[in-house]
């Protein structure tokens, strides 16, 4: 590259110890809406991690003998500081993962705000237990502590937001972190560091390694010092986590993929349920573990539904994530869309009909945005539900709708994966919607609406979505270690 476009190109540092430090080797990283390289990030490795889990361990004695209140002040002072710069944070996520400014600016930034917020909060309601056994002349009680060193690793779909829900808990109980975010979408992470001692957060408490999963994640991963680990993403790198991380017994909150049904039963309020659940299949360009994929409808409204539902669909604009008239920006990378568009071509292979989008519509892109890596929210009808469609988590603005007869029968079907994240209900019948709810086999379940989240709540998966819950009250166990404690009088 000529220097004028090395000079151009944002680099960053890993953060280690309250400091910034370089790396001897850097990774490429894309603006998806245009495909040009525009950041070099940090191809962290071994060593990286050992400075890393060295300055966290160094901090934890100090960090985690703070009072919770000490610790609550703190991470309020970090939300108001990034509410702050909430739009400089928008503007820098929409353009490192594709997704739109208005996505960014709605829900991405405010719910890392929020984050923080709600964990300085909640860590000062936890209470614990005591009981009496007084023919024994006993009394038990428990206390909590926390654990130590914890690795934390999330995904590029939503990068801030899922690394905040991540770090808040961890250090609001007193553990110090060894953060990896995506190497796909680094930047806000790094931003955020900047603004980690003006709030107060001592040297060593959150330290960043940026890079690869298999180089800097596996390292994390593997660390002796590291006793436990909180990872989102994909169902296959869980595997591997969970086998590198047995011979040292290390506890994991896992939090995986979805391939999530929408049920329409024939007294459904469509007027609601169609924008919903357009929104629902394509928010975020679909990369969103919690999107739906699979739409059941009830025969009776199917025909009505589907002409409706991919009317709304093509209402949806693509195109230039900067644009806040935008509904779609772009995919996060060359390669996954080239993955989204093999599953539609798979169908068309199959016989299933591809209603709207992808190979059917024009897409019309502005002029710097056509080496973008954009797809048009795309609608599959007739599809099997032996199909990879309709089995694997295809992570895009792709969705499959199908029509089902009965209750009993759409119930089965739906449970029919892999995978029990997140379902959505549609129906006027409360005792339908609380039957169907109790059969479904996936940790969330919303009737009526789509990602309505109260973070008091547990959130996570059944089956391949996951293993351990997090919130208010499951988060503060799974960030604590507790003893139980019997003195006898």
């Given amino acids: 590259p000529t220097m004028a476009h090395s000079k151009a190109l944002l680099v960053l540092e890993n953060f280690i110890g309250g400091k910034f430090v370089p790396c001897s080797s850097y990774i490429d990283s894309y603006n998806p809406s245009t495909g040009d390289v525009y950041c070099r990030v940090p191809d962290s490795g071994k060593e990286e991690v050992e400075a890393a889990v060295k300055a966290a361990k160094d901090a934890f004695p100090i960090w985690s003998s703070k009072s919770p209140l000490e610790r609550s002040q703190i991470l309020n002072k970090l939300a108001d500081l990034i509410e702050h710069d909430l739009e400089a944070f928008a503007q820098a996520e929409s353009k490192d993962q594709g997704k739109t400014i208005t996505f960014a600016r709605t829900v991405d930034i405010p719910r890392a705000v929020h984050n923080f917020r709600f964990f300085a909060s909640s860590i000062l309601h936890h209470v614990t237990e005591c009981t009496e056994m007084p023919a024994m002349g006993c009394v038990h009680y428990t206390s909590r502590a926390p654990v130590g060193v914890a690795g934390l690793i999330s995904p590029w779909n939503l990068p801030l937001y899922l690394l905040t829900w991540k770090i808040a808990p961890a250090i609001a109980c007193g553990n110090t972190v060894v953060a990896k975010p995506s190497e ?48 989102t993403g994909s169902t296959r790198t869980a595997q591997r986590i969970t086998e590198r991380s047995a011979p040292h ?36 360009q679909g990369e969103i573990c919690l999107c739906t994929s699979r739409i059941f409808v009830q025969r009776g409204i199917y025909s009505e539904f589907l002409k409706r539902f991919v009317a709304e669909a ?14 779609v920006g772009a995919l996060i990378s060359k390669e996954h869309l080239e993955k989204v568009r093999t599953y539609v071509k798979k169908a068309q292979a199959e016989g299933a009909r591809v209603l709207c989008g992808e190979g059917v519509d024009p897409l019309a892109l502005p002029p710097g945005n056509q080496k973008g890596y954009f797809m048009l929210p795309t609608v599959i009808a007739e599809v099997k539900d032996e199909s990879c469609c309709m089995q694997e988590e295809i992570f895009g603005p792709v969705t499959c709708v ?11 079907r739906a449970n029919g994966v892999k995978y029990g994240l997140a379902a959505t209900v549609w129906s006027s019948n409360v005792g339908r919607v609380h039957r169907v709810a109790h059969r479904l086999q996936s940790g969330l379940v919303w009737t009526n609406c ?31 270690e507790v003893k139980t404690i019997t003195i006898k009088h």
């Avoid at 560091?193 to 800097?216: H, I, M, Q, S, Y």
């Avoid at 093509?314 to 509904?327: C, E, R, V």
């Avoid at 309505?452 to 499951?474: C, H, Q, T, Y």
Wanted: proline residues 8%; contains cysteine; glycine residues 10%.
């Fill in 314 to 327: 093509k209402k949806w604009k693509t195109g230039n994530p900067s644009d806040p008239t935008i509904d």
């Fill in 184 to 231: 796909m979408t680094s930047v806000t992470a790094w931003m955020m560091c900047k603004l980690l001692e003006k709030a107060g957060v001592p040297p060593g408490v959150v330290n960043v390694v940026f890079g690869t999963g298999p180089r800097a994640g596996e390292a994390l991963v593997c660390h002796p010092d590291v006793p436990l680990i909180s990872f």
């Fill in 402 to 412: 199908v029509p089902f007869d009965t209750e009993e029968e759409v119930i089965r």
């Fill in 249 to 284: 017994c290390k506890r994991l909150s896992l939090e995986l993929g979805g391939k999530n049904p929408a049920i329409i039963f024939d007294d459904a309020d469509l007027s609601q349920c169609i924008p919903a659940t357009v929104r629902s299949s394509f928010a975020n």
């Fill in 450 to 480: 789509w990602l309505v989240r109260d973070l008091n709540l547990p959130f996570g998966g059944m089956k391949a979505s996951g293993i351990g819950r997090e919130g208010a009250k499951d988060s503060y166990e799974f960030f604590t």
